[in-house]
């Protein structure tokens, strides 16, 4: 199983950048997809979720401008960003969570940078 984050960036505030969460060797339907994201200094914290039927939660700090997505048939989980601002500056990371065959087994990426310049 991989995971691989992409779409990163540097961005002004105010911008908007879509990042991307490709899962490989797995039947994807099956995952429930998490977004995480750390700053330098700071620990890592939850940003949103969407499980494998397609129901979103967001944190309070992004609901309203970030939205999650996901193409079952492309493995791809997409969280388009907008009116980014610069407290959204960190390494965002991708983790996957299998609901059916090995329950709870999650599986990370590498993580991409974003940063928000204000």
């Known amino acids: 199983v991989q995971v691989r984050e992409s779409g990163g960036g540097v961005v002004q505030a105010g911008g908007s950048l879509k990042l991307s969460c490709q899962l490989s060797?797995?039947?994807?339907?099956?995952?429930?997809m998490t977004w995480f994201r750390q700053a330098p200094g700071k620990e890592r914290e939850l940003v949103a979720s969407i499980d494998g039927a397609g129901k979103t939660e967001y944190e309070d700090f992004v609901r309203g401008r970030f939205i999650l997505s996901r193409d079952n048939f492309k493995n791809t989980g997409y969280l388009q960003m907008n009116d980014l601002e610069p407290g959204d500056t960190g390494v965002y990371l991708c983790q996957a969570v299998d609901r059916v065959v090995i329950k709870g087994a999650q599986y990370w990426g590498q993580g991409t940078q974003v940063t928000v310049s204000g």
């Open positions: 060797g797995l039947v994807y339907s099956n995952f429930d």
